[in-house]
Nanobody
Framework: VQLVESGGGLVQAGGSLRLSCAAS????????MGWFRQAPGKEREFVAS????????YYADAVKGRFTISRDNAKNTVYLQMNSPKPEDTAVYYC???????????????WGQGTQVTVSS
């Protein structure tokens, strides 16, 4: 099982960036997928999650209205569209797979290796 994130990098505040996470090794269409992030000196925190059918979406208050999570089960891929990012969104972003009811509490079955996102002011 492997989760590989891509799309991270340097972006200006107010711009946009899209992260992708491709899963391989098994099919994740029956699992929720999500994103977490960890800034330097801080604990890893929940960002967003999406249920297997994409019928349920959850967001952290800090990103609600700016970030959008989506998935393509045919491609075993989850996305995070980051619009109007702020410097405080700077962090390593991790892809996650788990249950929709527990992911927001940090219960995750599989983690990606992370991708750095840096937002300049």
């Amino acid at each position: 099982v492997q989760l590989v994130e891509s799309g991270g990098g340097l972006v200006q505040a107010g711009g946009s960036l899209r992260l992708s996470c491709a899963a391989s090794g098994r099919t994740f269409s029956s699992f929720a997928m999500g994103w977490f992030r960890q800034a330097p000196g801080k604990e890893r925190e929940f960002v967003a999650s999406i249920s297997a059918s994409a019928g349920n979406l959850y967001y952290a208050d800090a990103v609600k209205g700016r970030f959008t999570i989506s998935r393509d089960n045919a491609k075993n891929t989850v996305y995070l569209q980051m619009n109007s990012p702020k410097p405080e969104d700077t962090a390593v972003y991790y892809c996650a797979v788990g249950g929709i009811a527990t992911m927001r509490r940090g219960v995750v079955k599989y983690w990606g290796q992370g991708t750095q996102v840096t937002v300049s002011s």
